[in-house]
């Protein structure tokens, strides 16, 4: 069982920055594929960003330019650098980690573990 834990969250103000981090335990991180998911009040929950076991990334359009996902094996952490933050980026951010073959998704269903989410809230 992949454990994973959010940190980084918190009240900016537009424009502003934040760096998220995921540091999941359990088993080999470098097998995962990782990702990051939001969810706002009253809407589905989307993806963000992607990072396979090779080291390729996706980044949906909304947040493309602005955000970029990294992960360090030998901290079995990943990372998501968001940069010229808008309100509209304000939601709970979860954390998730696909067991499957090498590859990138971002369908929430392809994604095995998730961890409990950090809220970042983006003030105008």
């Known amino acids: 069982q992949l454990q994973l834990v959010e940190s980084g969250g918190g009240v900016v103000q537009s424009g502003g920055s934040l760096r998220l981090s995921c540091t999941t335990s359990?088993?080999?991180?470098?097998?995962?594929?990782m990702a990051w998911f939001r969810q706002a009040p009253g809407k589905e929950r989307e993806f963000v960003s992607a990072i396979d076991q090779l080291g390729r990334t996706t980044d949906a359009d909304s947040v493309s330019g602005r955000f970029a996902i990294s992960r360090e094996n030998a901290k079995n952490t990943v990372y998501l650098q968001m940069n010229r933050l808008k309100p509209e980026d304000t939601a709970v951010y979860y954390c998730?980690?696909?067991?499957?073959?090498?590859?990138?998704?971002?369908?929430?269903?392809?994604?095995?573990?998730w961890g409990q989410g950090t809220q970042v809230t983006v003030s105008s």
């Open positions: 998730a980690a696909d067991r499957g073959a090498v590859g990138l998704s971002r369908f929430p269903n392809h994604y095995d573990y």
């Open positions: 359990g088993h080999i991180f470098n097998s995962y594929a």
